[in-house]
């Protein structure tokens, strides 16, 4: 499940300092109120959510669950780091800074100070694997946190034998089903 769209604006042109700012703005960013049915979530089975240790992940959850939520912070559900490579005269878009940077790091060419693609994949495995022992122990598993994170976790958990139910979509707030079937 993802988070719901940061109040942070995303209007003009940056250059990269102010895109680093941006990012830890978005990171530390309150969320737009809304609310969640989903006929998928048993929501009063919920006792515990997995999430993020970002603060609008951690606020979601709240929103979605309630204030007495058992929340369980962990870094692994943590989304994927972005590096904003120096162009100081250079004016975009933060969408255009942002689609940059995320492809050099896959391409292995922007994780100075970060880490690598290869060791987010291998922290999304960590996830997959406690989600999934957690779900085997305890029945049903939620988890709270961010869109390419939760995409990683997918696929591992696909890989690991569990089938999707429910594709929820890409947006600010998605909800994934997976069920694991003998």
């Known amino acids: 499940m993802s988070g719901t769209r940061p109040l942070v604006s995303r209007k003009g042109f940056f250059n990269a300092k ?6 830890s703005d978005y990171d530390a960013a309150d ?24 603060n609008r992940a951690q606020l979601t959850a709240r929103t979605i669950f309630g204030p007495d939520i058992e929340l ?13 490579f120096s162009l100081p005269l250079l004016r975009l878009p933060i969408k255009l800074w942002l689609l940059s940077a995320r492809l ?17 994949r291998t922290r999304a495995r960590e996830a997959a694997e406690l989600l999934a022992k957690d779900a085997t ?3 049903t598993t939620v988890l709270v946190a961010h ?12 890989k690991m034998g569990w089938k999707r139910e429910v594709k929820g979509g890409n947006d600010f707030l998605a909800v994934h089903l997976l069920t694991l079937h003998p």
């Open 18 to 23: 102010a895109t680093a700012q941006y990012i």
């Open 31 to 54: 969320v737009a109120e809304f609310i969640l049915e989903h006929e998928a979530i048993p929501y009063q089975q919920i006792k515990k959510v997995y999430c993020s240790t970002l």
């Open 72 to 84: 369980v912070t962990n870094p692994l559900f943590r989304e994927f780091e972005r590096r904003i």
């Open 104 to 120: 050099l790091w896959f391409l292995g060419l922007n994780s100075r100070d970060i880490e690598t693609f290869r060791q987010a």
């Open 137 to 139: 122990e305890n029945r």
């Open 147 to 158: 869109g390419l994170l939760n995409n990683f976790i997918q696929r591992e958990l696909l």
